[in-house]
């Protein structure tokens, strides 16, 4: 359940803000069917209740030279909290490292790492990532084409208020 109820009207906001984080406020309450003033004023308790949370530039990976992408999954050992604060806060500090998921099923934790190369990887998987705290087993599947990242969220899904 959601902290702030979201009326048709927030669900627009978000979904304008989704697809064109840089929407002009002028533009944003153009599309969403609100003045400008009570626009800006729906944005703002929209961050502040934590609904939006950042704003960003999304960047093509190849094209920066980042272009191999793997999904890792490791086993850890132990799940006491001294061992897994320890284990987060490693992962946490590795830049390759955009996103670390706690999962069930084979593996504990998710990974996925955005690197230039298989060699860079190689690098990482032996320097770093079998080093990490209580590591006891790690899987990394190489992403060969990407059909879909960083979709939208699907608000229609969003419990009406």
Do not use: W
Not at 98 to 110: A, I, K, R
Request: charged share 25%; hydrophobic share 45%.
């Amino acid at each position: 359940m959601p902290n702030l109820p979201l009326d048709a009207i927030d669900r627009r906001i978000l979904s304008a803000l989704q697809r064109d984080a840089r929407l002009s406020n002028v533009d944003l309450a153009a599309e969403v069917g609100l003045s400008p003033s009570p626009c800006l004023r729906r944005v703002r308790l929209l961050e502040e209740a934590g609904v939006i949370t950042d704003y960003r530039a999304l960047l093509d990976r190849t094209a920066i030279g980042l272009g191999l992408t793997v999904f890792v999954g490791i086993k850890v050992d132990r799940h006491d909290d001294a061992h897994a604060t320890a284990f987060r806060e490693a992962v946490a500090a590795l830049p390759q490292v955009v996103s670390c998921h706690l999962v069930s099923g084979e593996s504990d934790f998710l990974l996925q790492i955005v690197l230039p190369d298989l060699a860079a990887y190689e690098r990482l998987l032996l320097d770093t990532l079998l080093k990490l705290p209580g590591v006891k087993d790690i899987r990394s599947n190489f992403v060969l084409n990407t059909v879909k990242s960083m979709g939208t969220l699907p608000l229609d899904q969003v419990a009406r208020s």
